[in-house]
């Protein structure tokens, strides 16, 4: 098999500058000459949608069809959001995106802007991102100056300004209405829906929400083609109706017990065994892996022999995971004390939950309490049915909550209370305890 | 019109636009509801209301969906199915209730709000008996000021949202925030901002459990003591109608009750606290006539007729000097009846309109933070200070054929005109003095002056006669407020020791016989004033409005 040659990653693999001119020296906007030229908005719609693109934000949204949901001839404004808060543990490509190659993404999100009719794109990115900060706003200020932004872009008649918006740092200003709250100034409590954020999202106004990694994509598939795209990855498996095909280059974090942790690009559909063996250069101090938090640690947990799964839209779902997530793994080697990972989980959803909504600030409080109490060895077993039982009530369950969060702290709950029962069992009946080594390794937020 | 089924039952709801609460209600089935009002934004966040639903097909298949929802988000539509007992509904509902006690003292016995608590109630009909938690409970620290009438329990709070909501959306000045995040989450205030307007203790009212709490009442009677008849509000021309709470004649607490016809949904701190009075040492609890000088108390039996003989004896002298003053405070009825005793002792008896006391002017809520009006009105507190001017004057209007002010009433006792003036008052403190000291000067010119009033004054010091007066919470009667909306108010505790009411009075002072009834006297004076024709029917609990 021929290596995958990087697209996302080309440049940076590369050691490029991520300066204006060296990016147009690499072919940086061919794709925005080529749109404003040869394309109407709708065709770049269009081919966003035949690529079969989903949303790298998380929740795997095909995007060209999330952008169709925008009011047909509504007069404006309508308003774009880069949803850069990146604060899922261990992810990080974003962040990568942005400090190393910032006009690629500035690139997809004039694109966007096009296609969907929008004159204002909001970049909300994390507060601590500091080096994404400067090097986005030097970019967009390179980009003011070349007419790449701005009133009457390239000639053509386009209006686009980009305005870079700090977050304060919560990781509930990553979900969408949280962002959108946010960005308005308010406390960041997602929004009830409907009405979703395409029909009335940043200040009442239509509003598109899209990951930084979703606008790298779409610089591509409007200089290549939606074709190339969806020559890469997975199509749809047959057997579930449901997965719309994991289509594309996917850019993967690789953290935790591996010996180099970091950040590869891939097409979608690389099994975790591959990622850590070949990409992470296999688990640290010669151990065995015990499992992987998959797709940043909302999505569940995945054992050893789970390994062989493919990280695309429709492979964690097979073993019970909620999904692919970030497409960052995290792995813990055998010596790891399963109470220790479940116990930094819940630390940071407990941490992060929002407290708007009953089962979950209260649910993921209690969780973590239990755990708490379970790593000073005085767990009991019918703790286990409890954690169970609040997970399924905080988000397993579906619609006991506003938002994804609680989805995120149960799941992985759900999943280790099934798949290391045998374990959780013995460490409450020997009385076990924990030091606070493993805190380190999910992010103790 | 539309079909809902709720639990196997169709409800017709017509073309009422109804969340999934209110459209259960219809049915006479109780969906648990917390951070929902029907006065406030709704944000479905407590999650109290999960409720599985689906959609009956026209071929009468029902389709249920997998995820449940939140009742108060939800719009009942046209063939919506609720299932609130299904297993799916009652898991969902016992989880959050015992999500809710996690954190929450449980400290009923000392708690306000027990007996009346959303947390006890809903706890009982669809929680769990038992905790499962052994872990420590969280224990923010309690804000005793946040207010002048208001206090906070931190602990109890189960973080609804609806006091937030209230400042920002009704009294618009947005005292109220949340700080923290997750569990740890609680209501505070912004340093050195309190919870001050006007309207503030309505978040007492809107707490469903015993986090907030009125100073006023705190500690102060358990509430499965009280008793409650339904009032209006005296304070203003709003006419707020209220709940009355009073055990063994002891008038303890007002709440707002709900009427779309009158306020809505609330009331103002200003007439919520302005009942101390009604429990004041210092009214009148006996008649008394100047005797050598000084006022003795008289038995009414007595007194009644004397002071009857002698207007009478006065009228036939001169038919127009005598006169009385119909306060603002009256009830349409007592305004009718004193109107009728002094017409009916002399047609030209003069009548004159109590002190319409006004002060600055309304008050328009929501406000910024400066204090200016902004967006449609959601709550007026109202300049006018009386309950019942409109109500007075229509009485005068038919029966005198004209209003004179109290200004009048003023001259003509200071310049000689009138030999015999019968004075009524019953102002609530909040209305303020109603008299000035030149106003003094030419009233007590009057050689029977007559007063009847509350507590003693400066003008009953200088009365002939004095007779106690009685507050609205003593008195069945109607009241018509600034909108032309009569209600109906209810007596709930007992006029002091004298134990007649002003109606009474008069009724006796006419000799009418019996106890004074109010509905029928309705009847009567609305077959009399056209104006006040539907006085006649039933008020019911929300009033009727007058043309
Ligand atoms: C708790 C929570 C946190 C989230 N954080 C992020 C985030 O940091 N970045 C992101 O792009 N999406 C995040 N999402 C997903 C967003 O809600 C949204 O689906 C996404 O930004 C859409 O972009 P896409 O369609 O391009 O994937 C989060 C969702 C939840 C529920
Ligand atoms: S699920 Fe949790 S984080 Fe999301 S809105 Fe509700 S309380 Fe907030
Ligand atoms: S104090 Fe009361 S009204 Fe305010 S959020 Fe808490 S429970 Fe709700
Ligand atoms: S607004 Fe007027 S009627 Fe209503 S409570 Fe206040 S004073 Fe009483
Ligand atoms: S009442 Fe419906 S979620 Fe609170």
Redesign the pocket.
């Known amino acids: 098999m021929t290596e995958f040659e990087p697209v996302l990653l080309k440049r940076i693999s590369k050691k490029a500058s991520p300066s204006l001119d060296a990016y147009r020296a690499d072919g940086g906007y061919r794709a925005l000459t080529k749109a404003l030229n040869e394309m109407t908005p709708a065709y770049v719609v269009d081919s966003v949608k035949a690529s079969g693109m989903r949303g790298r934000g998380g929740a795997g949204f095909p995007c060209g069809v999330k952008w169709t949901f925008l009011p047909k001839d509504h007069p404006g404004p309508i308003y774009l959001c880069i949803n850069a808060d990146e604060s899922e543990p261990c992810t990080f490509n974003n962040r990568i995106l942005m400090e190393e190659d910032p006009h690629q993404v500035l690139e997809g999100v004039v694109l966007a802007c096009y296609a969907i009719g929008a004159k204002t794109a909001y970049f909300y990115l994390r507060y601590e991102y500091g080096r994404a900060y400067r090097a986005l706003q030097k970019a967009i200020d390179e980009m003011y100056a070349a007419g790449l932004l701005g009133k009457n872009i390239m000639g053509k008649g386009l209006d686009c300004d980009i305005f870079l918006h700090r977050g304060a740092g919560a990781y509930i200003c990553g979900e969408e209405t949280g962002l959108i709250e946010s960005l308005e100034g308010k406390r960041g409590w997602p929004r009830i829906k409907p009405p979703f954020p395409a029909i009335e999202g940043a200040f009442r106004k239509p509003t598109i929400v899209n990951n930084v990694e979703t606008m790298a994509c779409v610089t591509h598939i409007i200089d290549r083609g939606a074709d190339w795209f969806k020559s890469i990855g997975v199509p749809p498996d047959p057997k579930n109706p449901r997965d719309a095909g994991s289509y594309g280059p996917k850019l993967y974090c690789i953290s935790g017990h591996v010996n180099n942790p970091g950040c590869v690009e891939l097409p979608l559909g690389v099994t975790v065994r591959e990622l850590i063996d070949k990409h992470g250069g296999g688990v640290w101090k010669g151990r065995k892996a015990k499992g992987v938090i998959p797709g940043g640690i909302s999505m569940g947990i995945m054992t050893e022999a789970e390994f062989d799964t493919p990280l695309d839209f429709n492979g964690p779902g097979k073993v019970g995971c909620l999904g692919l997530g970030t497409a960052a793994i995290t792995v813990f080697d055998d010596q790891t004390s399963i109470v220790d990972v479940l116990y930094g989980i819940a630390r940071f959803f407990a941490h992060e939950s929002c407290g708007q909504c009953t089962p979950c600030r209260e649910g993921t409080g209690w969780m973590m309490k239990i755990l708490d109490r379970m790593r000073k060895g005085l767990g009991r077993v019918e703790d286990l049915k409890i954690l169970d039982d609040v997970a399924k009530s905080i988000g397993i369950m579906p619609g006991t909550t506003i938002c994804g969060l609680a989805d995120g702290a149960g799941w992985p709950i759900k999943n280790a209370v099934q798949k290391f029962r045998s374990e959780l069992e013995e460490y409450i009946r020997k009385g076990e305890r924990s030091t606070a080594a493993s805190l380190q390794m999910v992010g103790a937020h | 019109m539309a079909t809902v089924h709720i639990n196997g039952a169709a409800v017709d709801i017509g073309d009422e636009k109804l969340n999934l609460v209110q459209a259960a209600k219809k049915a006479g089935v109780e969906i648990p509801s917390y951070c929902w009002h029907p006065a406030l934004s709704v944000v479905a966040s407590c999650r109290m209301c999960l409720v599985e639903v689906g959609e009956k097909k026209p071929d009468g298949t029902v389709a249920m969906q997998p995820r449940v929802v939140p009742a108060c988000q939800t719009p009942a539509k046209d063939g919506t199915v609720v299932n609130t007992i299904s297993e799916k509904s009652k898991y969902a509902q016992e989880r959050t209730l015992e999500s809710l006690l996690l954190n929450h003292p449980l400290d009923c016995p000392v708690c306000d709000k027990a007996g009346e608590c959303g947390l006890q109630d809903y706890t009982f009909r669809y929680g769990r008996a038992t905790t499962r938690m052994i872990e420590e409970k969280n224990t923010p620290p309690n804000k005793d000021y946040i207010g002048d009438n208001v206090t906070?329990f931190t602990d109890r709070?189960?973080?609804?949202?609806?006091?937030?909501r209230f400042t920002r959306e009704i009294s618009g000045t947005s005292e109220l925030q949340i700080l923290n995040r997750g569990h740890h989450a609680e209501?505070d205030i912004f340093p050195e901002e309190p919870l001050n307007n006007k309207l503030a203790t309505n978040?007492v009212d809107?707490?469903?459990?015993g986090?907030?709490c009125s100073k006023d009442f705190l500690y102060k009677q358990r509430v499965w003591f009280l008793k409650t008849q339904q009032s209006v509000c005296a304070d203003c021309s709003t006419g707020c109608s209220t709940h009355l709470d009073y055990n063994k004649d002891i008038v303890y607490r007002l709440r707002p009750r709900d009427n779309p016809q009158a306020q809505g949904h609330f009331m103002c701190d200003e007439g919520r606290l302005d009942y101390e009075y009604v429990n004041a040492k210092e009214r009148f609890q006996q008649p008394l006539a100047r005797v050598e000088g000084k006022l003795t108390p008289q038995a009414w039996e007595k007194l009644g007729p004397q002071i009857r003989s002698e207007l009478v004896g006065l009228a036939r002298k001169k038919g127009d000097a005598i006169g009385a003053v119909l306060s603002p405070f009256l009830t349409v009825e007592e305004a009718y009846l004193l109107a009728k005793l002094m017409k009916s002792i002399a047609p030209k008896a003069r009548l004159y309109l109590g002190y319409v006391p006004v002060r600055g002017k309304d008050d328009q809520y929501p406000q910024d933070r400066q204090g200016n009006p902004v967006g449609p009105a959601k709550f007026t507190i109202r300049a006018e200070k009386c309950p019942n001017r409109r109500g007075v004057e229509a009485v005068l209007r038919q029966l005198q054929g004209e209003v004179l002010p109290f200004e009048t009433a003023v001259r003509d006792a200071g310049n000689g005109t009138l030999q015999a003036l019968f004075v009524t008052a019953g102002y609530s403190p909040n209305a303020g003095q109603w008299y000035q000291t030149a106003q003094l000067e030419s009233l007590k010119k009057t050689p029977t002056l007559i007063v009847q009033d509350l507590m003693p004054s400066t003008l009953s010091a200088e009365a002939k006669y004095v007779i106690p007066a009685a507050t609205w919470a003593e008195k069945d009667g109607v009241f018509v407020n600034h909108a032309n909306l009569a209600q109906a108010i209810h007596w709930a505790v007992r006029p002091g020791w004298f134990g007649r009411t002003d109606g009474q009075v008069f009724a006796d002072l006419m000799e009418r016989r019996g106890l004074l009834n109010a509905e029928g006297l309705r009847k009567e004076l609305a077959a009399e004033i056209p104006a006040l024709a539907p006085l006649a029917g039933n008020l019911g609990e929300q009033g009727v409005k007058l043309r």
């Open positions: 906070l709070c189960i973080m609804c949202s609806r006091c937030v209501i978040v809107l707490c469903p459990v986090a907030l």
